[in-house]
């Protein structure tokens, strides 16, 4: 996150700023991106629209930090002693309610990011990259305990591979991803890429 956005946030304490995030996703859900306006933000919230701009600095900042503020925090806490013990605590950290919850906002914004690079950026920054992150550090510990092999070349994929396992159970399957089926894919297709046994 920026020094800017940082000082931004700073502005709102954390319950009114989870009161907001949920005002925000809930609206996402009834009328979709392209008709959410920061003005109907504004009135749910009782919030001008010059703090939500000084705040978030746009819409496409404000969705994307709210869908982050939909997933649980980064991976501090997450330590089990080993890859897969730590891949499982990760995905076990959203229950499928929540998750079936996150995919229907995903699949409404999937083509506006496409379509939106200010969108596409704010998802970026403040969702891919941070995930992408979680998951290298999480590698690299296993890296450090000796479980994975600093050469092995599906480690520059396993972003991709955990990441794209919530798409492709939307687009293939057409169901949203649950904690099941995540376990079972990181246990099928994760771990043995990596050389890490699953039992």
Known sequence: MTETATARSSRLTPEREADLYRAVLDRL??????????????ALT????????????????????AMRFSKPGGIADVDTGSLRGDLHA???????????????LMRGLFMVVHTNPELLRAFREFLVDPE????RQ?????????????????????????????????LLDEL??????????IDAVVLPALGVPTR
């Open 132 to 135: 992408t992150a979680d998951f």
């Open 176 to 185: 949203p991803p649950t904690q099941e089926f995540l376990l079972s894919y």
């Open 90 to 104: 990760l995905a076990q950290r959203v229950d499928d309610c929540a998750m079936e919850q996150h995919s229907a």
């Open 29 to 42: 859900r009834q009328v979709g991106y392209e008709a959410l306006t920061m003005d109907a933000v504004a």
């Open 46 to 65: 009782r919030s001008s629209k010059a703090t939500l701009y000084r705040q978030w600095g746009g819409k496409a900042e404000l969705v994307a930090k």
């Open 138 to 170: 999480v590698v690299q510990c296993a890296i450090d305990r000796g479980e994975v092999r600093a050469d092995n070349p599906a480690i520059e994929y396993v972003p991709h591979m955990m990441l794209g396992s919530y798409v492709t159970r939307m």
